[in-house]
């Protein structure tokens, strides 16, 4: 149970940090770079902001456990197609291996936030 519980909280911190502090950051500390990911793809300048403020209320989201499970499912899963839509966006446009592969990497980790987010949840409705 309590690897469980720190393979949940180590991955939930790493997607906390670069899907909320990160972007939070840049745009408060480094407003010049807010669209840096989004405006090589194409994308306009509103959709950046829009990007920020999902991302930063899914991965807050993810970090409270208390919070209703329907929430966080689809904090998780917004965050999942967010990553997604990434890849497809770097593999159609710019074709840098590097900006493919992040956004896998974090998916990753954020699937194994969900996965060990139900093992625990399992686990405490067991008891």
Avoid at 64 to 75: D, I, N, T
Wanted: contains cysteine; hydrophobic residues 50%.
């Amino acid at each position: 149970m309590k690897k469980n519980k720190i393979i949940f909280w180590v991955s939930t911190s790493i997607i906390f940090l670069m899907e909320a502090l990160m972007p939070l950051s840049t745009l408060l500390f480094a407003h010049e770079y807010f669209n840096a990911g989004t405006k090589p793809l194409g994308y306009p300048d509103y959709f950046a902001y829009a990007l920020i403020i999902c991302k930063i209320l899914g991965a807050t989201a993810i970090m409270f456990p208390k919070l209703p499970g329907k929430l966080r499912e689809w904090a998780y899963a917004g965050l999942t197609f967010n990553l997604i839509f990434a890849s497809f966006s770097h593999i159609l446009v710019d074709k840098d291996v590097v900006n493919i592969l992040m956004p896998i990497i974090v998916g990753v980790i954020l699937g194994l936030s969900y996965f060990y987010s139900q093992k625990i949840n399992s686990s405490t409705k067991d008891s």
